[in-house]
């Protein structure tokens, strides 16, 4: 969940510096700083579960995972920007090691739950859809295993789902899979 914090808006370079020092995260959005609070056991064991996981399978490889304190850049037009911490990231571009974030990902995870549902499933898909190199958004219920997922083909995204213990959700940009079992582990 979010909250805007003021109406005045402030620059990217004020937000990025605030940010740096600030015990909270907060993401931009046009100008508009929103503080972000936290999640549910349940929403932070996908989020640890898909870096892990992830990591693991990545390990050697030149892509690597990010958690939700790697922030993603998008160019909104117009000479906008926002700055969001989505719940994980697979990049398989080359990001300076002191780099504060990306605009490069190659797969999105968001963890819906009842505060972020709304948001991630609008505001954010339509901003991440707009990312040149994002090939997998995914969209994970925190209730059951059941995933939604866009990704990318000639055609622009194509719309699918994955539900139950016994299926794998295969990443192919990043040479990876997971079964949901695995993603799902420990979530009550």
Same mark, same amino acid.
């Given at each position: 969940m979010s909250v805007v914090l003021a109406n005045k808006t402030?620059?990217?370079?004020?937000?990025?510096?605030?940010?740096?020092g600030s015990e909270i995260r907060h993401e931009y959005i046009a100008g508009h700083v929103y503080a972000m609070s936290g999640g549910t056991l349940n929403h932070q064991r996908i989020s640890l579960n898909f870096l892990r996981l992830s990591g693991n399978q990545l390990s050697g490889k030149s892509c690597f995972p990010t958690g939700s304190d790697f922030k993603l850049q998008i160019?909104?037009?117009?000479?906008?920007?926002?700055?969001?911490?989505?719940d994980g990231m697979i990049i398989c571009q080359p990001v300076a090691g002191d780099a504060l974030f990306t605009n490069s990902p190659s797969?999105?995870?968001?963890?819906?739950?009842?505060? %972020?549902r709304r948001n991630d499933?609008?505001?954010?898909? !339509? +901003?991440?859809?707009?990312?040149p190199t994002l090939q997998t958004y995914i969209l994970a219920e %925190?209730?059951?295993?059941?995933?939604?997922?866009?990704? !990318? +083909?000639?055609?622009?995204?194509?719309k699918e789902t994955l539900s139950g213990l016994d299926t794998?959700?295969?990443?192919?940009?990043?040479?990876?899979?997971?079964?949901?079992?695995?993603?799902?582990?420990g979530v009550n």
């Open positions: 402030i620059s990217r370079d004020e937000y990025l510096h605030e940010e740096l160019d909104l037009g117009s000479g906008d920007e926002a700055f969001y911490y989505p797969v999105i995870l968001e963890v819906l739950s009842p505060s %972020t499933e609008v505001q954010k898909f !339509r +901003d991440y859809l707009t990312i %925190t209730d059951a295993p059941y995933l939604t997922i866009y990704r !990318r +083909d000639e055609s622009g995204f194509q794998v959700l295969h990443l192919p940009e990043a040479g990876i899979s997971i079964a949901l079992a695995e993603l799902y582990d």
